[in-house]
């Protein structure tokens, strides 16, 4: 069973970004650094933090892959204890391994893409090729709007704002 299912394309920190929304869970440290960027490194989320709408590592490895992350070995049952192979531990949690990543995303998005997502699927979604940073989407020949958000507080800012369709972040105070 799964409960939430990432989008077409989609990148991990989005769909990451939108199970925590939904289910409000304050996890957001673990997709975000505290500069304002996704990580570079997301590592062993913990199962509380993502039981409520995962259910099995496979459901989400293209996301993760797409995103060139590399996830397995969810360990989110109850009462699942560290276990350990020679000096390696495996604690419980979603483990997201990185695949030849050399630095943090911005984050970056087509508005009209974001629009027609909104129609279509009744929620907005980031698409992973956004995480290369293009400077204009291909499918609308737009520019491509980059936040550059000082800290983890106001990338999250942002992203409220991206994921119910606002384009026009100076119509908004920050908090
Ligand atoms: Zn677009």
New binding site residues.
């Given amino acids: 069973m799964i409960t939430l299912k990432p989008l077409p394309d989609e990148h991990i920190y989005s769909y990451l970004y939108r199970g925590y929304s939904i289910y409000g869970i304050d996890a957001f440290q673990t997709i975000i650094n505290a500069d304002g960027l996704f990580k570079r490194r997301i590592g062993v989320i913990k199962p509380e933090h993502v039981r409520p709408f995962i259910a099995r590592a496979r459901d989400i490895s293209r996301a993760c892959h797409l995103s060139g992350f590399a996830c397995f070995s969810l360990e989110l049952q109850f009462g699942y204890k560290t276990q350990y192979f020679d000096s390696s531990a495996i604690p419980p949690g979603l483990k997201i391994v990185p695949l030849n990543k050399t630095k943090p995303h911005e984050i970056s998005f ?1 508005p ?2 974001i629009q ?1 997502f909104i129609t279509t699927y009744g929620c907005a979604y980031l698409l992973s090729s956004w995480l290369s940073s293009p400077s204009h ?1 291909e ?2 020949n ?1 520019l491509m709007i980059k936040i550059s958000p000082k800290n983890r507080k106001e990338a999250l800012f942002y992203l409220k704002k991206i994921f119910i369709g606002i384009e026009d972040f100076s119509l908004f105070e920050m908090i």
């Fill in positions: 087509c009209r893409c027609s989407c499918k609308h737009t």
